[in-house]
């Protein structure tokens, strides 16, 4: 079985198989509004610790806006059809979309989006980004707007551009405080 086939399989799986009342009314209400399920995070990071939330919320911004972009590039690259455009019997939530399918341009925000937040704070509610960015993923697979390979590609993409511009923050954070001015200029 080939790697396109085993995609359209599990795409099915998700799309069809477990389809039910519930998953039909949530996955489209998290696939449009997720980042309502995100700001009491959020606010509950900034009660916690305001200046590493701060730091956090900015990244994770950063973060989408960049791997928005260059997720977008890539769908002109890559130039997938949408499940919904290519395959019969697509159980489709919501609009099938104008723009190519990977990788997911969700799955990649959302994932960037969290993974500040992740990495910055030690405790046990950081888990609830990465529950909600999978379920953004997820969800794109149910409403059948993306192939499983195209979530699973925009969530690495969103986690890789996220991993490197905290690791350039902290390496120019560092070198501010040995060069404050050089670094700032």
């Not at 997938?80 to 979309?97: A, D, F, I, Q, W």
């Not at 969800?139 to 699973?152: E, F, N, T």
Request: proline letters at 4%; one cysteine or more; hydrophobic letters at 50%.
């Amino acid at each position: 079985m080939s790697l396109p086939e085993v995609d359209t399989l599990i795409f099915f799986f998700i799309n069809r198989d477990i389809q039910n009342r519930l998953f039909d009314v949530a996955m489209p209400f998290i696939t449009s509004k997720a980042y309502l399920l995100i700001i009491p995070f959020v606010a509950w990071f900034f009660y916690k610790d305001r200046k590493k939330a701060f730091l956090a919320l900015v990244l994770g911004f950063v973060a989408l806006a960049l791997s928005d972009w260059g997720s977008y590039i890539l769908k002109h690259i890559f130039e997938r059809s949408r499940p919904c455009n290519m395959l019969e019997g697509v159980h489709l939530l919501t609009g099938c979309g104008g723009s190519y399918s990977m990788p997911s341009n969700h799955a990649a925000n959302s994932f960037a989006f969290a993974t500040p937040f992740f990495i910055l704070f030690k405790n046990r509610m950081r888990y609830a980004f990465f529950i909600v960015a999978f379920l953004v993923s997820f969800s794109r697979i149910y409403v059948g707007a993306h192939y499983p390979s195209d979530s699973l590609v925009g969530g690495i993409i969103g986690i890789g551009v996220a991993l490197s511009l905290i690791s350039l923050y902290n390496r120019a954070y560092e070198r501010f405080k040995v060069k404050p001015y050089s670094t700032v200029l």
